[in-house]
């Protein structure tokens, strides 16, 4: 039984690195992705990339009762600024991914359709590092290179954080 | 009126529900249009060089990342175009079944996006499919379940659901069985009749009246709906084989724009995409499809852009329809891939992306390694088109005022599902009535 917990709690957050690999600053998501998937996925947190459409994510969070996204932002501020946005309640503003993003619809728009269909998770949480480059090519930006380590812990940190509230809140509907 | 009333300028910074981004900008002077100009900043040449001096096999890996939308297309034409230069040729049997059949899914899964999230809207007078999913769940919910079936069967077959990872030249890297295949039934015979909804649906609504008549361009698989293969045919009496793409294409740079604009060197605009596969192999639609269409009230030729959402529709059935019956025929092959030897040679690959035609060329020497590239998006060779569309719709809206002009144009340019990432990254709007 407790073994059928723990894959429950498995299920229970996803973290989800969204981007683009070969537009340079819009890969971070899909780095820091990449260096977390291990390290969490020990921890059962599951980790994963996606690099298309963002309308996708509504069945990648399906499951999940909580979802932390890290997507690159462009919204003016000093390249390698990470922002930090709770979208549980409220839309993330729309100059901070929208205009930067190479998808038809966007990771703010895909939470707002969530939204509207019923079909957010109980928790958002929306990680955008400013980016410097989004033209064609391949590695990212000093700026962004340099907090990407630092991001990668804060996400981590924070999905844990999402376990606990996620077992929490089952223990107290129990 | 004066002529400061007659002076206007609208701009709206990003366009959304186009895939990427890019800019457009109309000049009126009264109720004349005097310039109408498509911006791309950035053809796929970094995608070109990225390719040189790369192994044979690394093309339809490479070239996936262009477009998030349709990297199935991209990979088709890269292996087509690969196994051309080498000699092979996989024209029957069931690896070609699998390539069409995860074609199929791309289809799906694209088409159901543009037509449910991106175009939708248009008609039903909504800024986006989030304002529209407040008032309309049930169309919204409907376009998200046949767009998850395309995603699952493009997962089960390509492995994995954007940028599959099982496609190789030569074939896949692993065959799915019957028994995998025939998990994708039910959803996909559910897709069906929910595309034949779509197709019901969309013929109420109220088409802005519209008639355009480019030269259409497409693949012709006689036999077949074209998807990923076949001639190169124009309704102008073009008929030509991939290998003649250059001899008949000018690719020209244009001073707005970085990307380079593609015309036909014996007559000029062309466009590629559902109304031209329509116009010219509607005749080799599946019976349901087929019926779809004429219950749409869809003529032989739709010279309405504004109705290719209708013709997405139709094409949605034929590919649930096809994707069933290749999945029903399946026999696992005992091998997933030939092998293919590389060789010096120049290969040619053309197949239907969701959006058009897309043609890819390679040069390759013995040992595999590709020397030169060239990929020609089907974006880049409706701009145009779509150019000339919106010239078009603006004269015949000039009396609309800025702010619903500019919905209209943009409305025009969707019709044509650009994915311009493919090409580019950000779309302003300018409309300067000068």
Known sequence: MAETSLQQRRASVVVIGVGNALRHDDAVGLEVARRLRERAGAEGIEVLEQEGEAIALLDMWEQADAVVLVDAARSGSAPGTIHRVDATFEPVPAQLLGSSSTHAVGIDEAIELARALGRLPARVVVYGVEGRRFEAGIGLSEEIEAVAGWLADS??????????????????MS | MSEAGRTRTIRTDYLARVEGEGAMFVKLDGDEVLDVKLRIYEPPRFFEALLRGRAFTEAPDITSRICGICPVAYQMSAVRAMEDACGVAID????????????????????????????????????????????????????????????????????????????????????????????????????????????????????????????????????????????????????????????????????HSNALHARLRHGGTYLTGPLARYALSGGELWPLAREAAREAGLERVCHNPFKSILVRGVELVQACDEALAIIAAYEQPDAPAVEVEPRRAVGHGATEAPRGLLYHRYEIDEDGTILDAKIVPPTSQNQLAIEEDLRAVVQHHLDLPDEQLTLRCEQAIRNHDPCISCATHFLSLEIDRG
């Not at chain 2, 012709?220 to 293969?229: I, L, M």
């Open chain 2, 92 to 255: 029957d049997g069931p690896i070609r079944d699998l390539r069409r059949l995860i074609y199929c899914a791309e289809w799906i899964e694209s088409h159901s996006l543009h037509v449910y999230m991106l175009h939708a809207p248009d008609f039903l007078g909504y800024s986006g499919a989030v304002e529209m999913a407040r008032d309309h769940r049930e169309i919204v919910e409907q376009g998200l379940a046949m767009k998850k079936a395309g995603n699952a069967l493009l997962a089960l077959v390509g492995g994995r659901e954007v940028h599959p990872i099982n496609i190789r030249v030569g074939g896949f890297y692993r065959a799915p069985t019957r028994a995998e295949l025939h998990t994708m039934t039910e959803p996909l015979e559910r897709a069906r009749e929910t595309a034949l909804a779509t197709v019901r649906w969309a013929a109420t609504l109220t088409f802005p009246d519209v008639e355009r008549e480019p030269e259409l361009v497409a693949l012709c698989d006689p036999g077949a709906y074209p998807v990923d293969r076949g001639r190169i045919v124009s309704d102008g009496g073009m008929d030509i084989a991939p290998a003649q793409f250059d001899e008949h294409v000018a690719e020209e740079h244009v001073e």
């Open chain 1, 155 to 172: 996400v981590l940190r924070e999905a844990r954080a999402l376990v606990d509230w996620s077992e929490g809140s089952k223990k107290c």
